[in-house]
């Protein structure tokens, strides 16, 4: 071995210990005389000090040393004397009697820091080097311990991972193949897969009841921001199940790698009917971080708004809002960039109607010209609405309505800081239609599939 | 074409609206949702062949076509296969989630291509000699 410690295990209790290190140059300081030098490998930084009193030929080539340099630094531990609180390894620093150059490097072309000068396709270019920060090694580190953690869980359930072929047939259903010509078979292909899923159920008529795998997928798609087109998923299956088994299995599994991995317990988790989560939520994937529920107006027997001439409402198949806490202050200004925010094209709504609950009891609204006070008062006390809240709501047909109201819903919940990184709030949605109409092709589609979550959070 | 390998099962109170209404027919399915993200996603499978064509035929595959597509898992289902279901999980997406919810997957990914879905540091996809091309049988 080139070294005796990593750079991050050194403390006080080892001063007067002789040790060699090995790692890259981070940075150089040169205090006149005195020179340090902090040298970093995967596990920390260390701060390793030469004295030309002392070694004049290890400080003459630690001066000639640049970033990223790879070295090894044979000396002793010592207390520092100007103690660094910042630095897990900062109470002490390392007296140099040997430095040996085992490789130089070039100048990198953006800075090994967290807070790196480099742009995304320099650091996509230098990707090794981008790989040396401390940022984007914990990310792989934690990939590894979650994929530990899934392992752990998965084995001590019977599960049995087993490998399944990834040059196999294409059938283009689903989203594109990557297709492989075959060389022995002229003018064929294979696909790579998109998932195992055909497999993983032979392997079930194979009566290998628990399967796992954590697998590269394939998909050729027009990429969109954050998606690759390979990608990888932990794929699992089990025979003899109703749903109700697979649910607690891998509640089982998400729960235990949260307290595994970052000392997390989930409470069980919550379910919601697709159907409840389109029609609280505008949305089958919803953010439970905080309520907002939509509070419809106009729905079955219910009209809140109903013949007073208001022509958006009155003819709209949806008229649903939000109740947001405390912003009846919100201006002129906030509200214009809201009503823009829902007018959007992606978004595509109208107008945006809001409902302002003053302090006295009284209402002011975009609408007062439309509505009595007495229509608003109705109004907000279907919201639960008291002093200080602002009602916001949207009108037109369902669908596009009620995704427009989701996505204001997870802006106003942004602005409130109400999607706290800090909090999980998992759930399951259970209940999805089978099929969906497709009218431009009059037939039905299969709605939910295998690989529908990758539609999450493009 | 279809949009979606269709293999998941349905609550057999439902049976009926296959002729009636298929959009009513609920899917014995479930998604995994974080925080507004759906980590994983799975469904109790059909199990048996003519559930299965039954399903193909309802997405408008001939007979023929199911056969050429799907015919070795149809005759799988008559050799005894068990009941069964599933999930599968974005492994990046839930490494992602599960530390400090961050968001950007490809920074859990030691060598991620970019929005071209290029490797820019290996200049890939690139092209390959005419020796290549002609062992494969390719223009």
Known sequence: MYRTHTCGELRMRDAGKAVTLAGWVQRVRNFGGMLFLDIRDRYGIHTIGFNPEHNAAASQLANELGREYVILAMGKVAERSNKNAQMPTGEIEIHVEHLEVLNASKTPPFTIEEETDGGDELRMNYRYLDLRRNNNQQNLLHRHQVARAVREYLDSQNFVDIETPHLIKSTPEGARDFVVPSRLNPGQFYALPQSPQTFKQLLMVAGYDRYYQIVRCFRDEDLRQDRQPEFTQIDCEMAFVRREDVLHMFEGMVKFVFKKVRGIELPDFPRMSYDDAMHDYGNDKPDLRFEMKFVHLKEGETNLVGKRSFKPFDEAEMVAGICVNGCADYTRKHLDELTEFVKRPQLGATGLVYIRCLADGTFKSSVDKFYTSEDLKNIAAKFNAVPGDLLLILAGPAGRTGKALSELRLEMGNRLGLRRKEDYKPLWVLDFPLFEYDAEENRWNATHHPFHFLEAGR | ?139
């Open chain 2, 1 to 139: 074409m279809l949009r979606t390998i269709p293999f998941t099962s349905w609550r057999p109170e439902d049976e009926a609206f296959f002729e009636s209404d298929p959009g009513k027919i609920k899917a014995n399915a479930y998604d995994i949702v974080l925080n507004g993200v759906e980590i994983g996603g799975g469904s109790i499978r059909i199990h048996k062949r003519d559930r299965q064509e039954k399903m193909f035929t309802m997405l408008g595959l001939t007979k023929e076509e199911a056969l050429q597509k799907f015919g070795f898992i149809l005759n799988a289902f008559e050799f005894g296969a068990p009941p069964h279901g599933g999930i599968a999980f974005g492994f990046d997406r839930f490494c992602s989630m599960t530390i400090a919810n961050q968001e950007n997957i490809r920074d859990f990914i030691a060598f991620p291509k970019n929005n071209m879905g290029r490797d820019m540091m290996l200049d890939a996809p690139g092209t390959i000699d005419e020796k290549q091309k002609k062992e494969l049988g390719l223009k």
